[in-house]
């Protein structure tokens, strides 16, 4: 089967034959080659030859999916973004994840209509810090300029590095990407560094990174210690006052880094969508098509007809090639769920929120694991394809190929050891399900009524093994489960009926601290 950079090749090769008609204005893919999105500068075969290029060196760090493919297929035909938005209203039923690419996009601010209902007033939506460059990041010798994460940025093409952690955008594209609605509040909509579920927020700060660190018990408190106050929404916003930043300096750092606080629309904290509520997926791997759902969305899609016979709490180490002391006091653990049908079993484990759509769907319960493009991760919608939280939590369910324990078993022997993947694996707990609504889509509704009461993640009082401990009690009907470690049993209270009742009956509101990622500078 010929490779996506193959076909891709073969589309090249159409292109390049009719480039003078197909390609005559900038595209959303080549307008990410130039320096200049805004310069809607001719795109022709040659860009998007060193496209190809780049990308298939690229491959190992953020490989491309069959998403991807369509994407960059529909690029080389498409004349720019707005007739591709338009083309998408026309046809409903193309797949959400066509955006799925590594590509960012500015420039293109909606109108003030479509934003105004695009992004709704209120609070509760899912807070994001990004690190805003003021001008050119690279001296004229090529170095990076002082004050800059080497890992955010690539010297040899002087660019700045899709999917980074921190976000980094230039000051000339996010600020070409900016809506400004009545409020007044101020909308910006494009693709974040690459991320293609990080589309469109409202800015409510821009904070200076100052010289040195303050360490003031209120700055330190309140997240001031690198980054000094500019503007805000609240503040000057309200005195209509537009967000701006001073004229970089080529001599002086001193403009060169800000930071940005962005919020997501109100529902953002409550899932991956507006229309499917629930920072929950099941991905169905035993089909003969393998499909991914999430959200409430998951609750109609899922297999009905299964019925829960047996469940299984097991918990182990992860593989470390030299373990710390924490590590070796870290377990994590999940629920094995055996079926009536006997073909297939089911992994429910919590984690860390996009912790798999961050990471290219690497999962240690698929043997493909370590290849490029995992199965998985080509059913991934772009809407899940975002930075990791590591203080918001999503459950997973994984249709695994063990047909009972002793199988699963057998698999976590495959993989165990230091170089591998598992390590101390046990099974702390066992019985019969005896809850009288037991099935697939029982299950999956459970699931998701309890992480959409509570999105949060912590270490010690919400995590992997109080979802595991809080799951088996629910479904075997047994007091007294525990999670597994010791440290983790501290302050765990059983939370079992958060399974059971409808979340939008009670108060939605997720906390304020909320935060999905702090830029340290």
Same mark, same amino acid.
């Given at each position: 089967?010929?490779?996506?950079?193959?076909?891709?090749?073969?589309?090249?090769?159409?292109?390049?034959? !009719?480039?003078?008609? =197909? %390609?005559?204005? @900038?595209? /959303?893919?080549?307008?990410?080659?130039?320096?200049?999105? +805004?310069? *809607?500068?001719?795109?022709?075969?040659?860009?998007?030859?060193?496209?190809?290029?780049?990308?298939?060196?690229?491959?190992?760090?953020?490989?491309?999916?069959? !998403?991807?493919?369509? =994407? %960059?297929?529909? @690029?080389? /035909?498409?004349?720019?973004?707005?007739?591709?938005?338009? +083309?998408? *209203?026309?046809?409903?039923?193309?797949?959400?994840?066509?955006?799925?690419?590594?590509?960012?996009?500015?420039?293109?601010?909606?109108?003030?209509?479509?934003?105004?209902?695009?992004?709704?007033?209120?609070?509760?939506?899912?807070?994001?810090?990004?690190?805003?460059?003021?001008? +050119?990041?690279?001296?004229?010798?090529?170095?990076?300029?002082?004050?800059?994460?080497?890992?955010?940025?690539?010297?040899?093409?002087?660019?700045?590095?899709?999917?980074?952690?921190?976000?980094?955008?230039?000051?000339?594209?996010?600020?070409?990407?900016?809506?400004?609605?009545?409020?007044?509040?101020?909308?910006?909509h494009g693709i974040l560094n690459g991320w293609p579920s990080l589309q469109t927020f409202e800015v409510m700060s821009i904070q200076r990174k100052r010289d040195k660190p303050v360490n003031r018990p209120l700055a330190i408190v309140t997240g001031q210690r690198l980054w000094?106050?500019?503007?805000?929404?609240?503040?000057?916003?309200?005195?209509?006052?537009?967000?701006?930043?001073p004229s970089p300096q080529n001599d002086n750092n001193d403009s060169l880094v800000f930071r940005i606080k962005l919020r997501g629309a109100p529902w953002s904290s409550r899932g991956w969508s507006q229309e499917s509520p629930g920072f929950c997926f099941w991905y169905e791997?035993?089909?003969?098509?393998?499909?991914?759902?999430?959200?409430?969305?998951?609750?109609?899609?899922?297999?009905?007809?299964?019925?829960?016979?047996?469940?299984?709490?097991?918990?182990?180490?992860?593989?470390?090639?030299?373990?710390?002391?924490?590590?070796?006091?870290?377990?994590?653990?999940?629920?094995?769920?055996?079926?009536?049908?006997?073909?297939?079993?089911?992994?429910?484990?919590?984690?860390?929120l996009n912790g798999l759509g961050g990471w290219r769907g690497k999962s240690n319960f698929y043997h493909d694991m370590n290849e490029p493009i995992t199965q998985m991760y080509e059913c991934f919608p772009a809407e899940m394809v975002g930075p990791w939280l590591t203080n918001?939590?999503?459950?997973?369910?994984?249709?695994?190929?063990?047909?009972?324990?002793?199988?699963?078993?057998?698999?976590?022997?495959?993989?165990?050891?230091?170089?591998?993947?598992?390590?101390?694996?046990?099974?702390?707990?066992?019985?019969?399900?005896?809850?009288?609504?037991?099935?697939?889509?029982?299950?999956?509704?459970?699931?998701?009524?309890?992480?959409?009461?509570?999105?949060?993640?912590?270490?010690?009082?919400?995590?992997?093994?109080?979802?595991?401990?809080?799951?088996?009690?629910?479904?075997?009907?047994?007091?007294?489960?525990?999670?597994?470690?010791?440290?983790?049993?501290?302050?765990?209270?059983?939370?079992?009926?958060?399974?059971?009742?409808?979340?939008?009956?009670?108060?939605?509101?997720?906390?304020?601290?909320?935060?999905?990622?702090?830029?340290?500078?």
């Amino acid at each position: 089967m010929p490779s996506f950079l193959d076909k891709a090749k073969q589309t090249l090769e159409t292109a390049k034959e !009719n480039v003078s008609s =197909s %390609l005559t204005s @900038s595209s /959303a893919m080549s307008a990410a080659l130039t320096d200049d999105n +805004d310069s *809607e500068s001719e795109a022709n075969a040659e860009e998007i030859a060193i496209l190809l290029e780049a990308l298939e060196k690229e491959e190992d760090e953020a490989p491309l999916t069959r !998403n991807m493919e369509r =994407s %960059l297929s529909a @690029s080389l /035909a498409r004349t720019s973004y707005s007739s591709a938005q338009e +083309d998408q *209203e026309e046809d409903k039923d193309k797949p959400a994840a066509e955006a799925l690419s590594l590509e960012s996009f500015y420039g293109h601010p909606l109108s003030v209509e479509e934003t105004t209902k695009l992004m709704p007033p209120g609070e509760g939506g899912l807070i994001w810090h990004s690190l805003l460059i003021n001008g +050119d990041p690279f001296e004229t010798d090529g170095s990076l300029k002082k004050g800059l994460n080497e890992r955010d940025f690539d010297k040899t093409k002087q660019t700045i590095k899709p999917r980074r952690a921190s976000l980094p955008i230039k000051a000339k594209d996010f600020f070409g990407s900016i809506t400004k609605i009545e409020g007044p509040r101020y909308i910006f909509h494009g693709i974040l560094n690459g991320w293609p579920s990080l589309q469109t927020f409202e800015v409510m700060s821009i904070q200076r990174k100052r010289d040195k660190p303050v360490n003031r018990p209120l700055a330190i408190v309140t997240g001031q210690r690198l980054w000094a106050p500019m503007w805000s929404v609240d503040k000057e916003g309200k005195r209509g006052v537009d967000p701006k930043l001073p004229s970089p300096q080529n001599d002086n750092n001193d403009s060169l880094v800000f930071r940005i606080k962005l919020r997501g629309a109100p529902w953002s904290s409550r899932g991956w969508s507006q229309e499917s509520p629930g920072f929950c997926f099941w991905y169905e791997a035993q089909k003969e098509q393998p499909t991914l759902t999430y959200g409430t969305q998951m609750i109609q899609d899922v297999d009905p007809d299964p019925i829960c016979t047996n469940l299984y709490m097991v918990s182990h180490r992860y593989a470390r090639a030299k373990e710390t002391a924490k590590d070796k006091l870290t377990y994590h653990s999940l629920v094995l769920l055996e079926w009536d049908h006997g073909d297939y079993c089911t992994v429910v484990e919590a984690a860390y929120l996009n912790g798999l759509g961050g990471w290219r769907g690497k999962s240690n319960f698929y043997h493909d694991m370590n290849e490029p493009i995992t199965q998985m991760y080509e059913c991934f919608p772009a809407e899940m394809v975002g930075p990791w939280l590591t203080n918001a939590a999503e459950i997973r369910g994984f249709d695994v190929e063990a047909k009972n324990l002793e199988e699963f078993q057998q698999y976590l022997a495959k993989y165990e050891g230091h170089n591998g993947r598992f390590v101390d694996a046990v099974v702390n707990f066992r019985h019969q399900t005896r809850l009288t609504h037991r099935s697939k889509k029982d299950i999956a509704h459970y699931l998701n009524n309890y992480i959409q009461r509570d999105v949060t993640y912590s270490e010690l009082r919400r995590n992997c093994q109080t979802l595991a401990a809080d799951l088996c009690a629910f479904l075997a009907g047994k007091k007294e489960v525990m999670p597994y470690h010791s440290v983790n049993r501290i302050e765990y209270v059983n939370r079992s009926h958060l399974f059971l009742y409808q979340p939008e009956m009670y108060d939605q509101s997720q906390p304020s601290s909320l935060q999905a990622n702090q830029v340290k500078g």
